[in-house]
C-alpha cells in the first residue's frame, strides 16, 4: 500500500471517530433538551400560556400545536386495503405489487465497523475468574 493510502485511512478513521464523539454529544443534548421542552410545555400548559410569547434576547419562544400526518408503512397500506375492499388477500396482493414494483438504486459507500472491546472479569484472590 502507499503511504498517500495509509494516510488517507488514518485521516478517514480520525474524522470518523470525531463524527462519533459529536453524535454522542447531540444525541445526549437532544435528550436533555427533550427534558426541557417536556417541562416547559407542560409549565405554559398548566398557566394558560398557551398563546403567549416567551421573548428572548435573539427570538422567541412560542406554544404551538400541529397536526402530524401517519407515516404510511407497508402494514399501514395493508390494513387500509384490508379495510377498503373487504378481503385480506386483495388487499395483501395490491401491497405486495406496490412494494415489489418500488425502484431500486445501487449505492458504494465506505463503512467502518468499530470491534468492541471485551471486559475482562476480574480475578479472585486464587487467580481463577469469577
Known amino acids: 500500500m502507499s503511504d498517500e493510502f495509509k494516510d488517507a485511512i488514518q485521516k478517514l478513521v480520525e474524522i470518523d471517530n470525531k463524527i462519533n ?12 433538551k427533550a427534558k426541557l421542552d417536556t417541562y416547559i410545555l407542560g409549565f405554559m400548559n398548566e398557566n394558560n400560556m398557551k398563546n403567549k410569547n416567551i421573548v428572548l434576547s435573539d427570538g422567541k419562544l412560542r406554544y404551538v400545536t400541529s ?3 401517519e407515516s404510511v408503512s407497508k402494514g ?5 386495503l384490508t379495510e377498503y375492499f373487504k378481503s385480506k388477500e386483495k388487499a395483501k396482493e395490491i401491497t405486495d405489487y406496490l412494494y415489489n414494483s418500488r425502484g431500486k438504486s445501487e449505492k458504494v459507500e465506505l463503512k467502518r465497523t468499530i470491534t468492541k472491546k471485551k471486559a475482562v472479569k476480574p480475578k479472585s484472590e486464587n487467580g481463577l475468574k469469577r
Open 21 to 32: 464523539k459529536i453524535k454522542d454529544l447531540n444525541d445526549s443534548l437532544r435528550k436533555e
Open 76 to 80: 399501514y397500506i395493508l390494513s387500509k
Open 67 to 69: 397536526n402530524v400526518t
